[in-house]
């Protein structure tokens, strides 16, 4: 019974009599009642029974994984697949978010970080928020700065992310409807993305956009070496169009209003000039499929 949290291994164990073999079972221990998100989902009744708005502050350690994921779920059981308005939970945490933060985050949560956050954060995001940015206290460039672990908005369906730091690889494989902003990510950016959209205000790793069939990224190269790490296979290059370039500068300038990101804000003050080094990443296919 997985509501129990009780589950059967059906195993053999060795035999007691020649032809003759026994059935075990074993009962696994997640700890589900020392997650972090029972609390959340404690401090979030208004939110949860009456859809009022509600703002929650905690401590956050790496030992503190999936967090937000048990409190997503409260959310689409009493709200269904539409979940809440926009911003009715936001949850401010201090410290290192664990693996899969904010993982299948429905709409209505934001969950926000200072400090950073591992491994596959946003995974699954399906309308939710994320934000990560170092402490307001960091002495370091975030930009030049590892934030976020790899594989950052696996298979993520809907929502935002913005991450001001530097992700590691893979980020947003298989991404098929989130909008994301990162200032750098590791090899295989948009790796088998299939939707959504990614906007890059830095480097990039090699092999971005392999296997990417829809969606499209928005890489900024400010110094030429993009188009060599590029994997060609499935997309091409283009100059952002006016309208990519308005669509650019709002995403932008919504990354400095959630993060306070400082490179944002120099590619803002810069304004045409910043523009000017945007490159559009296209799938060929989801051009075709848009034209027609």
């Known amino acids: ?43 979030s009744q208004p939110a949860l029974e009456r859809a009022e708005p509600v703002v929650i502050r905690l401590p956050i350690r790496n030992v503190n994984r999936t967090v937000g994921t048990m409190l997503g779920s409260e959310v689409t059981r009493r709200h269904g697949g539409a979940g809440l308005p926009d911003g009715t939970i936001t949850v401010h945490f201090e ?3 664990g693996n899969s933060f904010g993982a299948f985050l429905p709409r209505g949560i934001t969950l926000r970080v200072q400090g950073d956050a591992n491994d596959y954060t946003g995974k699954g995001l399906s ?15 975030a930009e030049e700065n590892i934030v976020a672990g790899n594989v950052c908005l696996y298979g993520a369906t809907a929502g935002e992310a913005f991450l001001s730091g530097v992700a590691g690889e893979r ?44 969606g499209v990224a928005y890489v900024h190269d400010a110094d030429g070496r993009f188009p060599a790490l590029v994997n060609p296979e499935m997309v091409e290059l283009e100059t952002p169009t006016a309208q990519d370039r308005a669509l650019i500068t709002e995403w932008v300038r919504r990354h400095h209003e959630e993060t306070d990101s400082a490179l944002a804000g120099r590619l803002l003050a810069e304004g045409d000039a910043a523009l000017d080094r945007f490159v559009k990443v296209m799938p060929r296919d989801y051009k075709r499929v848009m034209e027609a």
């Open 1 to 43: 019974s997985l509501g129990d949290e009780v589950i059967l291994h059906r195993s053999f164990v060795p035999e007691t009599a020649p032809g003759e073999s026994r059935l075990c079972s074993t009962t696994q221990d997640h700890g589900l009642e020392r997650a972090l998100d029972n609390e959340l989902i404690r401090l």
């Open 95 to 97: 410290g290192s978010a």
């Open 127 to 141: 309308g939710g928020r994320v934000v990560v940015r170092p402490h307001r206290s960091a002495p370091f460039a």
């Open 171 to 214: 980020f947003a494989v298989r991404n098929s409807g989130a909008t994301a902003v990162v200032e750098g990510v590791g090899d295989h950016g948009c790796e088998y993305m299939t939707g959504g959209l990614v906007f890059v205000l830095g480097r990039t790793g090699r092999n971005f956009g392999a296997g990417m069939s829809g």
